[in-house]
Nanobody, 125 residues
Framework: QVRLVESGGGSVPDGGSLRLSCAAS????????MAWFRQAPGKDREGVAI????????LYANFVQGRFTISRSPDDNELYLQMNSLKPEDTAMYYC??????????????????WGQGTQVTVSS
């Protein structure tokens, strides 16, 4: 049974950092393509970053602008999102997602079939 559990969210000031973790079970993180999405109150869910199964290649949303890094640990079977230089507009619920596809072209919700429950990130000005 596939399960994704996010952790690491919290409240930080403008310019702060957080590291989100997504613990996976039921599959190996390096054999699935995985992603981080976020949803702010009153807004649609949007893609943040993806890590494809093939060679761990990555793709980031334009708004990331070099501030976030997605990574994975096959040993721990976890996906991570290191977030630096956080801004108030980064405030959202952050979700981990996974698909058995080894390649996804873009950061699209429709590509993912497994989702975690989310972890809240709040950035204060």
């Amino acid at each position: 049974q596939v399960r994704l559990v996010e952790s690491g969210g919290g409240s930080v000031p403008d310019g702060g950092s957080l590291r989100l973790s997504c613990a996976a079970s039921g599959f190996a993180v390096n054999r699935y393509s995985m992603a981080w999405f976020r949803q702010a109150p009153g807004k649609d869910r949007e893609g943040v970053a993806i890590m494809r199964s093939i060679k761990g290649s990555t793709l980031y949303a334009n708004f990331v602008q070099g501030r976030f890094t997605i990574s994975r640990s096959p040993d721990d079977n976890e996906l991570y999102l290191q977030m630096n230089s956080l801004k108030p507009e980064d405030t959202a619920m952050y979700y981990c997602a996974a698909t058995p596809r080894d390649w996804v072209e873009t950061i699209s919700e429709s590509d993912y079939i497994y989702w975690g429950q989310g972890t809240q990130v709040t950035v204060s000005s």
